[in-house]
């Protein structure tokens, strides 16, 4: 996936509720990455999604990338290249203390298999996290981007 070209490069985020969501043209069709806001003991930490357009009429926005939702066809790996580049300027302009990377879906199968491509697109792309002032942390099925040194003594968070 290194040589995957990303749709975008460059990204504006826009609040929206609780988080910020930045919306890119993917062959014609927007695709929205989203970091919604949590807090924590810690602090502020986000959780990271990608939503592209329902089928649905009316529906907005689907998390679940069935290949029927986006009415058009879409390149997965851009798409996925497209959110690594997001998330390092997400972390360059607003320095989280942590991102949720896990994989989320309504589908256990597809939950545990969006976390394992999102494991996969962290570590192709560990040396610009880490030059972005972040380290992967992966445990107990959770994927997070902690800021360097704003992990506990357990290392788990």
């Known amino acids: 996936m ?6 975008a490069t460059q ?5 929206a509720g609780s988080g910020y969501d930045t919306t890119v043209t993917c062959d014609a069709i927007s695709v929205k990455f989203s970091l919604t806001s949590n807090w924590s003991a810690e602090g502020v930490e986000y959780a990271f999604g990608i939503a592209t357009p329902s089928s649905q009429p009316g529906s907005g926005y689907t998390m679940t990338h069935d290949s029927n939702t986006t009415g058009g066809q879409l390149s997965y790996l851009r798409v996925l290249a497209t959110a690594a580049e997001a998330i390092v300027d997400f972390c360059d302009q607003h320095s989280p203390q942590a991102i949720d990377v896990t994989g ?4 256990r199968t597809k939950d545990l298999q969006k976390t394992r491509i999102y494991r996969g697109l962290l570590h192709a792309n560990k040396n610009r996290i880490q030059q972005a002032g972040y380290r992967i942390l ?11 040194g704003d992990a506990d003594t357990t290392g788990t968070r």
């Not at 290194?2 to 749709?7: D, K």
């Not at 989320?104 to 589908?107: A, L, R, V």
């Not at 992966?138 to 360097?148: I, Q």
């Open 138 to 148: 992966d445990s107990n099925g959770k994927l997070w981007l902690v800021r360097a």
């Open 104 to 107: 989320f879906d309504p589908s």
């Open 11 to 15: 990204f504006v985020w826009q609040e």
């Open 2 to 7: 290194g040589n995957m070209a990303p749709y």
